[in-house]
């Protein structure tokens, strides 16, 4: 029997305006009402994901900046952060972008490298979504927070313009195209799927009780570590071929319906 889902934000649960289906809120609270647990597993900044999910009364569980910061409502269950030496070592790639956004994540804020001699204020614009609380910051240098997450973001691609810089951080650091123009840096054993362990061992659940949806390649841990790991028809091939059961797209309400049909259908998982 299920017990647990997760499911990724951008590009998986919510529509292609990156809102959340207009069913999702009765299926949330009927869901709820079995007593199965909902994880919302993001790359986005806990505050972010906060916001989207503050009207409604259900206890849903945050995993934000890619399992980095996991939160309920009422304790903190893990947080990650970089050590002083790995904040080095990353920033110092960081400041050699040409173009595109570098942002430092902490468990309550982000901060966007505002680099001298480069607008970045077309990409700030951009941000709103993603970063709920985004500081525009000259230098990191004088960030006093822990940092539990790094990303870049480049309108002009991300596997082509951010990835053969920022792959020399491997293996000292972990380094995922988490979407079209986006890179994210993390702690070299920090993931999707390592937080969920975190939260399945916090609830006292197993593999078996789980499922989990996703699109992109920072997902990809987020679905072998549950037992029904769904790749939405609109995610990265990569994914859809590793994946061991496919979703409708997005843009087709695809987490929602699935869900449906799990709930409805106990043990039927036919829905590519």
């Known amino acids: 029997m299920i017990r647990l889902i997760a ?3 951008d590009g998986t649960l919510l529509d292609e305006n990156g809102k959340l289906p207009v069913e999702f809120p009765a299926l949330l609270r009927e869901i709820t009402g079995k007593g199965i647990r909902f994880v919302a597993a993001s790359g986005r900044q806990n505050a972010s994901l906060a916001e989207l999910f503050r009207p409604f009364p259900e206890p849903v569980i945050l995993m934000s900046n890619n399992g980095a910061f996991i939160r309920t409502a009422e304790e903190t269950i893990l947080c990650r952060s970089f050590t002083k030496e790995q ?25 966007a ?6 607008s970045v204020e077309h990409y700030l614009s951009e941000m709103v979504p993603f970063f709920e609380k985004l500081q525009p910051i000259d230098s990191f240098d004088g960030i006093d927070e822990p940092i539990i997450n790094y990303s870049a973001c480049d309108f002009r ?11 020399k951080l491997k293996p000292d ?9 986006w890179l994210d840096v993390s702690l070299p054993d920090v993931n999707k799927g390592s937080g969920l ?10 593999s078996d009780e789980t ?3 996703g699109d992109y390649l920072n997902d990809t841990e987020l679905l072998a570590e549950a037992k029904y790991g769904f790749a939405m028809e609109n995610a990265h091939p990569d994914l859809l071929e590793n994946a061991g059961y496919r979703a409708p797209a997005n843009s087709e309400n695809g987490v929602v319906r699935t869900i449906r049909r799990l709930l409805d259908t106990p043990g039927s998982f036919d829905v590519g």
Request: aromatic share 8%.
């Open 197 to 206: 362990r975190a939260i399945m061992k916090y609830l006292g659940l197993t």
């Open 173 to 181: 650091l972990r380094v995922t195209i988490s979407g079209d123009v």
């Open 211 to 213: 499922a989990a949806f």
């Open 87 to 111: 904040r080095v070592l990353t920033e110092e790639i960081g400041a050699r972008m040409t173009d595109g956004l570098f942002i430092a994540s902490c468990p309550g804020s982000a901060y």
């Open 157 to 167: 691609g991300s596997e082509k313009h951010l990835l053969p810089l920022f792959e």
């Open 113 to 118: 490298l505002r680099p001298a001699g480069r």
């Open 7 to 9: 499911s990724d934000m």
